[in-house]
């Protein structure tokens, strides 16, 4: 099955913002909800190698040049701080298999909950501004149910011949997302001072309520709190590396986040043949300020570190 028809959902994000529930939902059923990317098993002529390591460990803007050859693989999944950055772009290194040059075009992609649900008992991660449906990320306990997170993004780089590696960058969170981000931790730290330990709030007129109520106003206008999507959205408190700082008798080194999955297809043209990838797979953690501990008082965390070639304005290379 496919996952989704990529006409259906190239201004999924810019377009979801705008939308009305109805236009929500129409978009989310024409995704075919649960199905996993699979454009055709006869024409996967491309391997994705992995993401190329660029500047990790360095915020130097002269290390963000890739090797134009075969360069290094990042070993481990990408940090993505909304304290620093609202986009997030991936170098992805592919190998083309195919027996012509090939122009990759695109990036077919969904969003997976990594540690969520039954695993560790957070909730799938939930953006109010794409609406009110369903979580962000595909459920790993659920794969047949509902949720937003997909996309299909335009993807830049040169022709690859064939049996040449390449490097094709793909922007798989683009600024209106990284906003609803930003929102959501919002949210989840306004939430988690409201309910103040408790599974449900008592007295919504607390300043603490009061305040997220405000934000969440500001949000989605006209919403009210209540005692189902509160415990949700201070679920994800823990995700903001300031929060709670202060009252933790022993804090670690560096903050935590939310771990999601990238999965997904590169789709190319070569000659008069559409080509396909592999499947790319890539662990990204979201966070806010989760970086090194800053002495007080009062203690405070910086952002995360070593990640800034990934976020945009770093220009391509």
Do not use: K
């Not at 040059?101 to 794409?130: E, H, K, Q, Y």
């Not at 906003?179 to 949210?187: C, K, R, V």
């Not at 939430?191 to 997220?212: M, R, V």
């Amino acid at each position: 099955m496919r996952f989704f028809e990529p006409t259906a959902r190239v201004t999924h994000w810019t377009g979801i913002m705008n939308a009305t529930p109805l236009r929500i939902l129409l978009l989310s059923s024409i995704a075919g909800v649960g199905c996993v990317p699979d454009f055709g098993t006869q024409n996967v002529g491309l391997t994705v190698l992995g993401v190329a390591s660029v500047g990790v460990g360095s915020s130097t803007a002269a290390t963000c040049a890739i090797d134009p050859g075969t360069p290094p693989l990042l070993s481990d999944g990408i940090v993505f701080d909304l304290a620093t950055s609202d986009r997030l772009r991936l170098p992805l290194v592919v190998r083309n298999d195919w027996s012509e040059t090939v122009a990759v075009t695109a990036l077919d992609f969904r969003w997976v909950c990594n540690s969520n649900g039954f695993m560790n008992g957070v909730p799938a991660l939930r953006i109010p501004s794409l609406g009110q449906q369903g979580p962000f990320c595909q459920e790993t306990h659920d794969p047949d149910g509902f949720y937003l997170g997909f996309d299909v993004v335009a993807a830049t780089g040169a022709p690859i011949e064939p049996g040449a590696t390449g490097v094709i960058w793909v922007e798989v969170i683009p600024s209106v997302l990284g906003q609803g981000m930003i929102e959501s931790f919002d949210l989840a730290v306004l939430a988690a001072a409201c309910l103040d330990g408790e599974q449900y709030f008592t007295d919504p007129n607390t300043p603490e309520c009061q305040a997220y109520a405000a934000r969440l106003d500001e949000v989605l206008p006209g919403a009210m709190i209540n005692q189902r999507d509160a415990p949700i959205f201070a679920s994800y408190a823990f995700a903001d590396g300031n929060y709670g700082l202060a009252d933790h008798p022993s804090p670690p080194a560096l903050g935590t986040g939310l771990r999601l999955q990238l999965r997904g297809l590169l789709a190319a043209v070569a000659g008069n043949d559409d080509v396909y990838s592999n499947e790319v797979i890539q662990l990204v953690e979201i966070c806010r300020n989760c970086g090194a501990l800053q002495s007080g008082p009062p203690l405070t965390r910086e952002p995360r570190a070593g990640f800034e070639c990934y976020y945009d304005p770093t220009t391509p290379q």
